[in-house]
């Protein structure tokens, strides 16, 4: 969750605010706005947070994170659904072999 550092308006609906500190949440609507006007100025973006919600599930696969894991991080009841989010690539494969490989050691 996202909270701003002020007290809200009186104004912002109800489910806009903590009722633990009464400070307004950063809605995700305003969250998506700002994140892809601070990541306009890299080479391929602006990025979106689904995007980076795919890249948290990727990096995590490719260091190893085991399908249960993977699962519970993202939220998914389904291995399917799962696999359109953590795509490894064969370089993040070749790594994680080489790490895990017995004769290496």
């Excluded at 391929?44 to 689904?50: I, K, S, V």
């Excluded at 699962?71 to 994680?96: C, I, W």
């Amino acid at each position: 969750m996202f909270l701003t550092d002020r007290k809200t308006r009186p104004s912002v609906a109800k489910n806009g605010v903590d009722p633990s500190t009464e400070r307004a949440r950063l809605l995700y609507r305003r969250a998506v706005e700002l994140f892809e006007a601070h990541t306009s100025h890299y080479d391929e973006g602006p990025y979106t947070l689904h995007q980076l919600r795919h890249s948290r599930l990727t990096h995590a696969a490719q260091k190893g994170a085991s399908t249960p894991v993977l699962m519970k991080l993202s939220g998914h009841t389904s291995v399917r659904s799962l696999a359109k989010y953590a795509r490894v690539s064969d370089e993040g494969l070749l790594n994680f072999q080489a790490d895990t490989d017995p004769a290496a050691r």
